[in-house]
């Protein structure tokens, strides 16, 4: 098999303004995120921040744009129906295991809010860094390609 690039229609339970609106529950909302390999309601920050965001599928859908093994012969796109979100994550949860399809890595920094990130940054601060050795400056000029004679 080979690996094309798919657009992935997630679709949510109804229309976005009359989920929010008829007060649905949030899982109304949920899709399978694939960045964050989780079922979710989608966020702005979230989506507008991955590298697998396709758009947005006029209210009722996220569109969401990654690799994945294929026949030759298969659509460029791939429709998920909300009740089918928990079934697209155990899918591509078998290609991950498989080792066909990667698992997104996802720093924790990615999740924090300003006020969260300047906190972090304010007590990284305060903490006490103690000088490098030689040993450990040598080792982290070889890792980074520094030479003295450059």
Avoid at 42 to 68: I, R, S
Wanted: aromatic share 8%.
């Amino acid at each position: 098999m080979m690996k094309k690039l798919i657009r992935h229609i997630n679709l949510i339970g109804h229309e976005i303004n009359q989920s929010i609106e008829d007060g649905y529950p949030e899982s109304d909302r949920e899709i399978y995120c694939k960045r964050l390999h989780t079922i979710k309601e989608p966020d702005e920050k979230d989506c507008m921040n991955c590298p697998y965001f396709g758009g947005l599928g006029q209210g009722t859908a996220h569109e969401c744009v990654w690799e994945e093994p294929v026949d030759i012969s298969s659509e460029l796109y791939r429709v998920i129906q909300h009740k089918d979100r928990y079934k697209e994550m155990e899918r591509v949860s078998e290609m991950i295991e498989a080792g066909v399809v990667e698992k997104e890595k996802i720093y924790p920094f990615e999740r924090l809010t300003p006020d969260e990130m300047a906190k972090m940054a304010a007590e990284s601060l305060r903490t006490p860094s103690k000088p490098m050795t030689d040993e450990e400056k040598a080792e982290d000029d070889a890792e980074h390609g520094y030479f003295e004679d450059d």
